[in-house]
């Protein structure tokens, strides 16, 4: 695993987010205490001003402010090639829409041919390294409630608010 050398800090209205790239794509954005906060971040990693950070920059400030940001950023999550067919389901949920874990079980099992169960779909969503722009926020229980968030539900619940997504709590 490549460790990213460079982070930066973000203020935003659901905490401290902390972005991390290679130098020329971002691979990690992460709430502050997240689970597997930092997972692709190098130990040593300094903070810089990248090209990258302020295109994400832009794009939170926008998306925190009720837009749906159009423009695409250069992403680079780390992750086993199950994890990022996961990642890349989840980068094609719409702003303000959602679907359940099941829903995106049969997704793959529709590509794959091979039988897939909701939890291995949570599992790779909950070690998504770079939230929000991968909008793991998105994925709801069965039942469409709040369930599993490595950010926390209240940021999850503040998230889906923002878009006007309908959730059960």
């Keep these: ?28 954005l992460w709430l502050e205490h997240q689970k597997y906060f930092g997972s692709t971040l190098a130990p040593n990693a300094t903070e810089q001003n990248l090209v990258v950070f302020a295109q994400a920059i832009d794009w939170l400030n926008r998306y925190f402010h009720g837009e749906a940001p ?9 992750g086993s090639a199950f994890r990022q067919t996961v990642w890349d389901i989840l980068f094609r949920i719409p702003y303000g829409e ?14 794959t041919g091979k039988r897939i169960s909701a939890q291995a779909v949570g599992g790779a969503v909950g070690h998504n390294p770079i939230s929000i722009l991968i909008p ?9 409630s709040l369930t ?14 923002l878009e006007g997504a309908h959730f059960r709590t």
Aim: glycine share 12%; aromatic share 6%; hydrophobic share 35%.
């Design 1 to 28: 695993m490549n460790r990213s050398p460079y982070l930066t800090t973000y203020y935003s209205p659901v905490g401290v987010l902390t972005l991390a790239s290679d130098g020329t794509q971002l691979t990690g």
């Design 136 to 144: 793991c926020h998105r994925v709801l229980g069965a039942d469409g």
């Design 98 to 111: 959602t679907m359940t874990y099941g829903q995106i079980a049969v997704q793959l099992e529709q590509q």
């Design 148 to 161: 599993g968030y490595a950010g926390g539900l209240r940021a999850k619940a503040q998230l889906l608010t």
């Design 70 to 78: 159009a423009m695409t950023l250069p992403l680079a999550p780390e």
